[in-house]
């Protein structure tokens, strides 16, 4: 098997018309790879970082994560850390994508472990053209092929 695979996509957002954009515009720029749209904070930790007593096993594999901060039940900082502070999971690479450009913010996310940092334009155009820039990133970039904590 080879060591680096194509990753498939989380994405971690609550506004049902961003995520229909986020996915529409990362088709367009030519990624294929799976998404599974997750609503909140606590759906995505469930899926990210089932409980051993839940009766459900999630095998992480390839996995790129997209998230917004500003997320119902359980906030965006909180899903970063976790998702860092897990061996499972440490390593999946985060794309903190928002509307929240408060250098504050910014430096936080970067702290907890987020891998790219990206503010959400207000206007369709510019959220568009950032959206497929994000898409050509995301169609060259290699994640390890397995994250189980060994390593």
Known sequence: MNEFQE???VLIEDDPGHAILIEKNLRRAGIINPITQLRDGADALDFLLPRENSGRTQVLSQLIIILDLNLPAIDGFTVLKR???DERTRRIPVVVLT???NPQDIERCYDLGCNIYI???VAYDQFSDALKKLGIFLSVVKV???FDGNG
């Open 119 to 121: 503010t959400k334009p």
């Open 83 to 85: 998702i860092k502070a």
């Open 144 to 146: 390890p092929a397995r």
């Open 99 to 101: 509307t929240t450009d």
């Open 7 to 9: 990753p498939a996509i």
